[in-house]
């Protein structure tokens, strides 16, 4: 049986990469973020930007004489990076099988939401996403299952429109089998919805993926016709 001490030594030092010292990793990011022009006050306050200057003279005086970590400190803040690497784990709970979730909150100018997805309305035939938005009216947009299968809950996201001439309420997920085969490291390249709440209107996209590409076309609500 594995101790944890043999575990930490078979995996060694996970960032080693020719990465800078792991203390100062965070430094390093919050510096460069820092130094990004027209950074919001409440972001600089955030990275408690003020104090950048008197947190690098400090690691500095730690790392004096440290050649590695000399070579990041001396770096241009704007000119950090890390090197790429791909990370995969395998611990965690088992997955469910999310069939209705119902949500509520409200978006950045503090207008509120009530959202339902159901996976199991008319017997289990259709999907139906219901929304409140605002001080809009209650509406509906229904998916026919055998259109859309394999719908993943998990996958749920829920935005508003950034635009104050287009206001909206967008609810997205994925469906389908994932690919596998089309290179994209870290993204979900299965097919996605996305249902738009607009002032007077409902509408549905479907993002497919043929050989890979994305082509976006308008879907019906089954409920309308």
Do not use: K
Not at 168 to 197: K, L, N, W
Request: include cysteine; charged fraction near 30%.
């Amino acid at each position: 049986m594995f101790e944890r001490e043999d575990f930490d030594a078979m995996l060694g030092d996970s960032l080693d990469f020719g990465d800078p010292p792991t203390e100062i990793i965070d430094f390093l990011g919050r510096r460069s973020a820092c130094a990004q022009s027209g950074v919001p006050a409440e972001e600089q306050a955030r990275l408690a930007c003020s104090a950048i200057d008197g947190e690098e003279q400090g690691w500095r005086s730690r790392f004096d004489g440290d050649v590695r970590a000399m070579r990041w400190l001396d770096q241009a803040p704007l000119a950090f990076r890390m090197s790429p690497r791909f990370v995969s784990t395998f611990d965690g709970p088992s997955p469910t099988d999310a069939r209705r979730i119902e949500q509520s909150g409200v978006d950045e100018e503090g207008r509120p939401y009530w959202l339902v997805v159901d996976t199991g309305v008319d017997g289990g035939s259709a999907t139906r996403i219901t929304a409140r938005y605002a001080d809009w009216p209650e509406r509906s947009f229904t998916l026919d299952n055998r259109a859309y299968p394999l719908i993943d809950l998990h996958s749920l996201a829920v935005g508003s429109s950034p635009f104050p001439e287009f206001p909206g309420m967008t609810v997205q997920f994925h469906y389908g089998h994932p690919r596998g085969y089309c290179g994209e490291i870290a993204t979900d390249d299965r097919p996605r919805i996305s249902v738009g709440f607009e002032p007077g209107r409902v509408r549905g996209t479907d993002m497919r993926r043929t050989n890979c590409q994305r082509g976006y076309v308008e879907i019906e609500d089954v409920a309308a016709r």
